[in-house]
């Protein structure tokens, strides 16, 4: 069965960083775009990122880009989130999630790994 | 940007009874060349991720209750459920995959009332 297991997340200061993974399992990993949603405390999903099979293609909300880079190592079964000059408004729950090839939607979500920007 | 308004935001329904949410897109998510509509509707459990409900607008995921029923095109659509349960009290929000970025609505909280 499909599997993401999410970690790296916790306690950074604003203006740091932190990188998240995303551990996929049962199914081929190499094959399917990936995107990072997250939801902060008491507000809604809001998606931040996504990357095609190979790499060949990324998108980034606006309220991220120039500071999160997301990447894979298809070799590894892994998903990466790199958080850079975090703020407190990126405390979040952060979900990876795979990309459906069929529908076009999302179709698996991660348990989600908590990000949170204190001083 | 696609700007996805969710109503109500809240909701109360009896169990046994109907529960429609609307989501209204800010430019259609309509796509002529293979007539499909790309919005999706989530179910978001308390602790739990968010689960996919329908896709295209209308076609159930497998695995989904035919209570759940999906309808709509171009920049208005609607998520129904009827024979309301009490596991179907969760937030649910609908998604434009049309274009990045990938917009999620606020959401809709549904109760039982």
């Known amino acids: 069965q499909v599997q993401l297991v999410e970690s790296g997340g916790g306690v950074v200061q604003p203006g740091g960083s932190l990188r998240l993974s995303c551990a996929a399992s049962?199914?081929?990993?190499?094959?399917?775009?990936i995107h990072w949603v997250r939801q902060a405390p008491g507000k809604g999903l809001e998606w931040v990122a996504f990357?095609?099979?190979?790499?060949?293609?990324?998108h980034y909300a606006d309220s991220v880009k120039g500071r999160f880079t997301i990447s894979r190592d298809n070799s590894k079964n892994t998903l990466y989130l790199q958080m850079n000059s975090l703020r407190a408004e990126d405390t979040a729950a952060y979900y990876c999630a795979k990309h459906s090839a069929t529908s076009g939607s999302i179709d698996y979500w991660g348990q989600g790994t908590l990000v949170t920007v204190s001083s | 940007d696609i700007v996805m308004t969710q109503s109500p935001d809240s909701l109360a329904v009896s169990l046994g009874g109907r529960a429609t949410i609307n989501c209204k897109s800010s430019q259609s998510v309509f796509y002529s060349s293979n007539n499909k509509n790309y919005l999706a509707w989530y179910q978001h459990k308390s602790g739990q991720p968010p689960k996919l409900l329908i896709y295209?607008?209308?076609i159930r995921q497998s695995g989904v209750p035919d209570r759940f029923s999906g309808s709509g095109s171009g920049t208005d659509f609607s998520l129904t459920i009827n024979n309301l349960q009490a596991e179907d009290v969760a937030v649910y929000y609908c998604q434009q995959y049309y274009s990045t970025p990938y917009s999620f609505g606020q959401g809709t909280k549904l109760e039982i009332k």
């Open positions: 295209w607008a209308s």
């Open positions: 049962g199914f081929t990993f190499s094959t399917y775009g």
């Open positions: 990357i095609r099979y190979d790499g060949g293609d990324i």
